[in-house]
């Protein structure tokens, strides 16, 4: 859950520069969020199909 908190942080990082017109971080920051939040979903439904089964 580390990765998602830092996807939120980036993403509010991303909108408080865009409200005060830093367009460049705040796309930069816009990207960090993205790539995050892809290797979340990644590695969430990797850990679905190869997680620990519970007997």
């Not at 520069?17 to 892809?38: E, Q, R, T, Y």
Request: hydrophobic share 75%; no cysteine.
């Amino acid at each position: 859950m580390a990765i998602l908190r830092w996807v939120l942080t980036f993403l509010i990082l991303a909108l408080i520069a865009s409200l005060f017109g830093f367009g460049g971080a705040a796309s930069s920051f816009a990207g960090v969020a993205k790539i995050l939040l892809f290797v979340f979903v990644v590695l969430l439904v990797v850990s679905f199909f190869f997680g620990r089964a519970r007997i």
